[in-house]
Each structure stands twice: as C-alpha cells, then as structure tokens.
C-alpha cells in the first residue's frame, strides 16, 4: 500500500506560478513511477506529467511542456511539479499518481488532489 499526500496549490493570475508536492510513503519500493493528473469540471482526468523512478525520465501533456517542470527529491519519496506561466485554462483538481503496476496487473494509487485555480 502506498499512501500520497499532496500540498500546495491555490488560487494565482494568469501568469503566475505554483508549485505542488507529493510525499510518498509505505510501499514505496513498489513505485515505479509517479506523476500528476488532473481533471478540470466536465472533462476527464489527464497527465500532465510524470517521472520514472529509476532513471528520472519524465514525460509531460503537450499543453503544459515549457511551463511545467516535474522533478523528485533524491529519496524519490517525494515529486514537485513547478508550474509557472500558468493559463486559465489550467484551472483543476491536480491529483498525485504512484504507479506500481507489474506485467501482471495494474496497480496505481492516488492522492486526495489539490486545487489549482488560475484567474484571468
């Protein structure tokens, strides 16, 4: 079992910046990758960014590359997603995502997600 616990996030204008982190705790050899979604009202949740446990790639939605940043703390117990230059449109619950699916079956854990509110 893994268990997320998410912090940040809130209300800015247009243009501004947040951040948000994540602590993961329990299972987390199990995690081979982490990430953060969102979903905004009357639309499904998408990635938005993510990064591999073990050799740190990451991988980001095409509406968010070049303002968002995902990055992990060397414990890799921990996940930031710094989100600068943000739209309006960006405006969703972001939920933190521990994925520790094997070639058997799949198995992902979710945070309580967190408010981010952009204003025009």
């Known amino acids: 079992q893994v268990h997320l616990v998410e912090s940040g996030g809130g209300l800015v204008q247009a243009g501004g910046s947040l951040s948000l982190s994540c602590a993961a705790s329990g299972s987390i050899f199990s995690i081979n990758a982490m990430g953060w979604y969102r979903q905004a009202p009357g639309k499904q949740r998408e990635l938005v960014a993510s990064?591999?446990?073990?050799?740190?790639?990451?991988n980001y939605a095409d509406s968010v590359k070049g303002r968002f940043t995902i990055s992990r703390d060397t414990a890799k117990t921990t996940v930031f997603l710094q989100m600068n230059s943000l739209k309006p449109e960006d405006t969703a619950v972001y939920y933190c995502?521990?994925?520790?699916?094997?070639?058997?079956?799949?198995?992902?854990?979710w945070g309580q997600g967190t408010q981010v509110t952009v204003s025009s």
């Open positions: 995502n521990a994925d520790s699916s094997t070639s058997i079956y799949q198995l992902n854990y």
């Open positions: 990064i591999i446990t073990d050799d740190g790639r990451t």
